[in-house]
């Protein structure tokens, strides 16, 4: 098979094809870095949701926390109130 002399490598009817393929492909890709994109918008926001809670729940934790060593430095401040107060002779138990 020839055209104008030379030989024809490839038909320009299998380059066209090839061509519309590469940019239907391309336009493949483009729709799916979109959605990809927006799925990640997506995700990054629900992740930072759940800092904020996470943050919640820590600061709320720390709070119970400091209360449970105050309230547990109370109590050992007036035991050993009471040791000093104790008549030395008497048993412990």
């Known amino acids: 098979m020839s055209h104008n002399g030379r030989r024809i490598l490839y038909h ?6 090839f061509a519309n393929a590469l ?3 391309r336009a493949d890709l483009d729709d799916a870095h979109c959605r990809h994109r927006d799925e990640l918008a ?7 949701e759940l800092r904020d809670v996470v943050a919640d729940v820590v600061h709320v934790m720390r709070e119970s926390a400091e209360r ?3 309230t547990l430095r109370h109590e050992l401040e007036l035991a050993l109130v009471r040791l000093t107060r104790r008549n030395p002779a008497t048993p412990l138990h």
């Open 12 to 17: 320009p009817q299998y380059v066209r094809g």
């Open 23 to 25: 940019r239907e492909a």
């Open 42 to 48: 997506t995700l990054r926001a629900e992740v930072g």
């Open 68 to 70: 449970d060593v105050a």
